[in-house]
């Protein structure tokens, strides 16, 4: 088990651009969560699966963002068109069926420019 | 709206005594309280859950409190050592029902001082 990865660590790209970033959960964990976290703030809820099926969409997600979790295994978050408000830190979570803690991984820290 | 309030501002102990964080919540009815640490450019960590029929949970030097009458959770660290330094994050949640992603609080940056 070695937790959540998530890829790329850091994305610098430039404003209008599309990005996507990855994340691998832990194998047995069959709900995933997105999140994104600016400096000073909390993580707030962006998206959730479990296993395949998208379950909760926050109003934070603009119709740029789209998230997949195909075959209920990794899940990947495309951010089209990207504005210097996308700046921020993307989390990702995962955990087991029921009420348990998350675990998240390292974050891909977006820098929008 | 929900609203999930920690210490705003830092929170200094001397090393060895007892940091206690508070996390008050509006307009919930949580059934269990999580309280994560984060450390800078980290994901969060989770150390602790308790249920709302839970009045503390505890876990080697941590204790938690769960008062559904007060709508408030505290987070207590014993012997507080400089390496507990971190931003302790509290994040009320619901259980069934389906979608439940956790809302989190802006946390509280502690700092254990030698």
């Known amino acids: 088990d070695t937790g959540v990865s998530q890829d790329p660590r850091h994305k610098i790209t430039k404003r209008g651009q599309n990005v996507t970033f990855r994340c691998d959960p832990i194998?047995?964990?069959?709900?995933l969560y997105w999140y994104r976290q600016t400096l000073g703030q909390g993580p707030e809820f962006l998206t959730y699966f479990q296993n395949e099926a998208q379950l909760e969409k926050s109003r934070l997600l603009s119709d740029r963002f789209s998230a997949e979790r195909p075959k209920g295994s990794f899940s990947t978050l495309e951010i089209q068109r990207t504005e210097q408000g996308d700046s921020a830190m993307y989390l990702c979570?995962?955990?087991?069926?029921?009420?348990?803690?998350?675990?998240f991984g390292s974050g891909t820290r977006l820098t929008v420019v | 709206s929900q609203k999930i309030e920690q210490n705003s501002e830092a929170l200094n102990i001397q090393e060895g005594k007892t940091a206690t964080l508070t996390c008050n919540y509006t307009n919930y009815s949580p059934a269990y309280l999580q309280w994560y640490r984060q450390d800078p450019g980290r994901g969060p960590v989770f150390l602790l859950l308790i249920r709302e029929n839970e009045k503390e949970k505890r876990k080697e030097r941590l204790k938690v409190t769960f008062d559904t009458t007060l709508k408030q959770s505290l987070f207590h660290i014993t012997a507080s050592q400089p390496a507990d330094s971190a931003t302790y994050l509290c994040?009320?949640?619901?259980?069934?029902?389906?979608?439940?992603?956790?809302?989190f609080g802006k946390g509280t940056h502690l700092i254990i001082q030698p």
């Open positions: 994040a009320p949640g619901y259980s069934g029902g389906g979608a439940d992603g956790l809302t």
């Open positions: 979570a995962s955990s087991p069926r029921g009420t348990y803690g998350y675990t």
């Open positions: 194998s047995e964990h069959n709900r």
